[in-house]
Structures are given as C-alpha cells and as structure tokens.
C-alpha cells in the first residue's frame, strides 16, 4: 500500500511564503512523475508544477518564478517553495507521484489527502 502525506499548509499573509512537503510511503519500487495540484472553490483542479525524476520541471503560468519544485529522491519527497504568495493562490493542494509498486514499470498516479493554503490580503 502506498501513501501521499503532505504537510505545510497553513495562513499567511500576501507577499508571505510557504513550503509544502509530500512523502511517499509503503511499497515503492521507483517514482516517475511527482507534481502538485491546486483546486480553489467552485474551481477546476489544476496543475501548479511537477518534477521527473531527474530534476526537470514545468509551472503553471500563473506560479512562475514565485514557486519552485524540487524533489528528494533518496526520502521520496517532493516540496513546492511558494514565495510572493498572492490571495488567488488560496486553494487546497494536493501532491500526486507516478509510483511503481511492483517493480514491473507499471506506474500508478497517487493522490495526497490536499493541505489547505489561504493566502490573506
């Protein structure tokens, strides 16, 4: 069984930063595609960044250059840094990763439980 647990939500003030973590657990054989989602009320979720295993990212628009993703291989980890925290970056975010759990290369994408960030004006 595997699970996402994330941690670092909470309120801050805008201009404020936050950092996120999401640890993967349980039986892993290797991690492909680790990201970030975001979904704000009455709203789509949507993609705020992920990260392959060798480093490589991609942003939303809307994030680039205040938030960054990184990823610990060794601890199954990936953080998102957010810096210059605006009032329309409020949302629930949930971390998701590619997992091999068999060793087969099958990959199957896992979801964390979402960890509330508001971001006051």
């Known amino acids: 069984q595997v699970q996402l647990v994330e941690s670092g939500g909470g309120l801050v003030q805008a201009g404020g930063s936050l950092r996120l973590s999401c640890a993967a657990s349980g039986s892993i054989f290797r991690i492909n595609l680790m990201g970030w989602y975001r979904q704000a009320p009455g709203k789509q979720r949507e993609l705020v960044a992920r990260?392959?295993?060798?480093?490589?990212?991609n942003y939303a628009d809307s994030v680039k250059g205040r938030f960054t993703c990184s990823r610990d291989n060794a601890k199954n980890t990936v953080y998102l840094q957010m810096n210059a925290l605006k009032p329309e970056d409020t949302a629930v975010y949930y971390c998701n990763a590619d997992i091999d759990y068999s060793g087969s290369y099958a990959y199957w994408t896992y979801w964390g439980q979402g960890t509330q960030v508001t971001v006051s004006s």
């Open positions: 990260i392959t295993s060798g480093g490589s990212t």
